[in-house]
């Protein structure tokens, strides 16, 4: 079966940290750009990070630059997504996803695939 699988999410206090990870299952990330999405209750879906294939470029939603990193291992073929100085208002749902091409445009028109998401929680 062919699908993306998410792991880490949780609790955390606010000022702390998680790591996210996304592994594919029957394909192999190499040629997609990959992404990260989350989504808050009653929010709009917001791309928060993409990392291109070509050249590693990477790109972040300005409420997560400074905090959040993204990377991928193409030899263990996962995604991850480091999240430092959390906030309550990273409270989502996040979720990975391939993008149709190698770059990281489109938002959410471009993505191919859709992992089943994973809950954060930040509160004290």
């Known amino acids: 079966q062919v699908q993306l699988v998410e792991s880490g999410g949780g609790l955390v206090q606010p000022g702390g940290s998680l790591r996210l990870t996304c592994t594919p299952s029957g394909f192999t990330l190499g040629y997609f750009a990959m992404s990260w999405f989350r989504q808050a209750p009653g929010k709009e879906r917001e791309e928060v990070s993409c990392?291109?294939?070509?050249?590693?470029?990477?790109n972040y939603a300005d409420s997560v630059k400074g905090r959040f990193a993204i990377s991928r291992d193409n030899a263990k073929n996962t995604m991850y997504l480091q999240m430092n100085g959390l906030k309550p208002e990273d409270t989502a749902v996040y979720y990975c996803?391939?993008?149709?091409?190698?770059?990281?445009?489109?938002?959410?028109?471009?993505?191919?695939?859709w992992g089943q998401g994973t809950q954060v929680t930040v509160s004290s």
């Open positions: 996803a391939t993008k149709a091409r190698p770059y990281c445009t489109g938002g959410d028109r471009e993505v191919s695939r």
């Open positions: 990392i291109m294939t070509t050249d590693g470029t990477t």
